[in-house]
Nanobody, 117 residues
Framework: QLQASGGGLVQAGGSLRLSCAAS????????MGWCRQAPGKEREFVAA????????YYADSVKGRFTIPRDNAKNTVYLQMNSLKSEDTAVYYC????????????WGQGTQVTVSS
């Protein structure tokens, strides 16, 4: 089970950190990721991290602004979002998969992020 939190309203240029807490004892074996869906648009990949944390992946639109650290001792993955833009407004979903980052099998509920310009 994945439980996302931390969404909210922030001004453009500001920062926000999302958290996703996972249940179970095998958290470190899973790729974790974040995807987002803006109104009227398809869900899109944002960022992902390998189980060990040694590899990270980012969409071009967020490179240099977002990071995706994880804490395996806490079964938690984060999405640190800096220099937020109005186009980052979306519902953000936490996701997990044992083997890949391009098709997650497990999803949490979304958390709304709204960036005001």
């Amino acid at each position: 089970q994945l439980q996302a939190s931390g969404g909210g309203l922030v001004q453009a240029g500001g920062s926000l950190r999302l958290s996703c807490a996972a249940s179970g004892s095998t958290f470190r074996n899973y790729y974790m990721g974040w995807c987002r869906q803006a109104p009227g648009k398809e869900r899109e990949f944002v960022a992902a991290i390998s189980g060990s944390g040694g590899s990270t992946y980012y969409a071009d639109s967020v490179k240099g602004r977002f990071t995706i650290p994880r804490d395996n001792a806490k079964n938690t993955v984060y999405l640190q979002m800096n220099s937020l833009k109005s186009e980052d407004t979306a519902v953000y979903y936490c996701a997990a998969d044992r083997f890949r980052v391009d098709a997650f099998n497990y999803w949490g509920q979304g958390t709304q992020v709204t960036v005001s310009s």
